[in-house]
Nanobody, 127 residues
Framework: VQLQASGGGLVQAGGSLRLSCAAS????????MGWFRQAPGKEREFVAA????????YYADSVKGRFTISRDNAKNTVYLQMSSLKSEDTAVYYC?????????????????????WGQGTLVTVSS
C-alpha cells in the first residue's frame, strides 16, 4: 500500500486542523492505521491508531481529548482531526499502515510494527 498524507499547514494555538492520509490499492480495510509525528531534533512518536474497521482507537496521552482518528474505508482514507492545538504539537505528521494479523493485537503505538509509511505533512502551531 502507498500512503499520501496531506492537510498540514500553519495554524494558531487553540486552532484546529484535519490531516488526511489517502491509501492506494483495493485492500485498505486489511490494514490497521496509525499517525505518528516527529518534531525537530526529536524521535518519531506515536499519536493515534485505529483498527481496520474503525471500531477501536488508541491515543497518546499528550493528544487524548484533543485529537480524533477516524477512517473511511470506502474512500481509502484515514483522518486525524486535531483541535486545541498547542505549540508543542508542531511536527511533521506521518501516517502508517500495517496488515492486520502481522502482529498480535489490533492497535499499536510502536513504529517498528508499521511497515508502510507516508511522506509526512508539516504542522506548525504558532503561539
Amino acid at each position: 500500500v502507498q500512503l499520501q498524507a496531506s492537510g498540514g499547514g500553519l495554524v494558531q494555538a487553540g486552532g484546529s486542523l484535519r490531516l488526511s492520509c489517502a491509501a492506494s490499492g483495493r485492500t485498505f480495510s486489511s490494514y490497521r492505521m496509525g499517525w505518528f509525528r516527529q518534531a525537530p531534533g526529536k524521535e518519531r512518536e506515536f499519536v493515534a491508531a485505529i483498527t481496520w474497521n474503525g471500531g477501536s482507537t488508541y491515543y497518546a496521552d499528550s493528544v487524548k481529548g484533543r485529537f480524533t482518528i477516524s477512517r473511511d474505508n470506502a474512500k481509502n482514507t484515514v483522518y486525524l482531526q486535531m483541535s486545541s492545538l498547542k505549540s508543542e504539537d508542531t511536527a511533521v505528521y506521518y501516517c502508517a499502515a500495517e496488515r492486520i494479523g502481522s502482529y498480535s493485537g489490533q492497535l499499536s503505538d510502536r513504529t517498528d510494527e508499521y511497515g508502510y509509511w507516508g511522506q509526512g505533512t508539516l504542522v506548525t502551531v504558532s503561539s
